[in-house]
């Protein structure tokens, strides 16, 4: 069955970077478009960036554009976030996404703070 695990989230301090990554098994990974979206508490889950199946074509949230970077791995069926610059109000559970099977991941939480 399909299966998306997050991981790399913590604490960091504003301006600080992390990495956060989605191990995806069950299905055809390299076939597919991937998203990341982002949820606060009380508040809708929202798009933070998206890439095709080959990595050729990427779009992001204006509220993280610049900032952000999506990435895959296909050999590895791994997605990828990279999130540098970081701001308090990127605080967030960070979720992986596979519109096509409408799945989601566990989330990881990120918390930028000093």
């Known amino acids: 069955q399909v299966q998306l695990v997050e991981s790399g989230g913590g604490l960091v301090q504003p301006g600080g970077s992390l990495r956060l990554s989605c191990a995806a098994s069950?299905?055809?990974?390299?076939?597919?478009?991937m998203s990341w979206y982002r949820q606060t508490p009380g508040k809708e889950r929202d798009l933070v960036a998206v890439i095709t199946s080959t990595g050729a074509v990427t779009r992001y949230a204006d509220s993280v554009k610049g900032r952000f970077t999506i990435s895959r791995d296909n050999a590895k069926n791994r997605l990828y976030l990279q999130m540098n610059s970081l701001k308090p109000e990127d605080t967030a559970v960070y979720y992986c996404?596979?519109?096509?099977?409408?799945?989601w991941g566990q989330g990881t939480q990120v918390t930028v703070s000093s």
């Open positions: 996404y596979a519109r096509a099977y409408n799945y």
């Open positions: 069950g299905f055809t990974f390299s076939n597919y478009p």
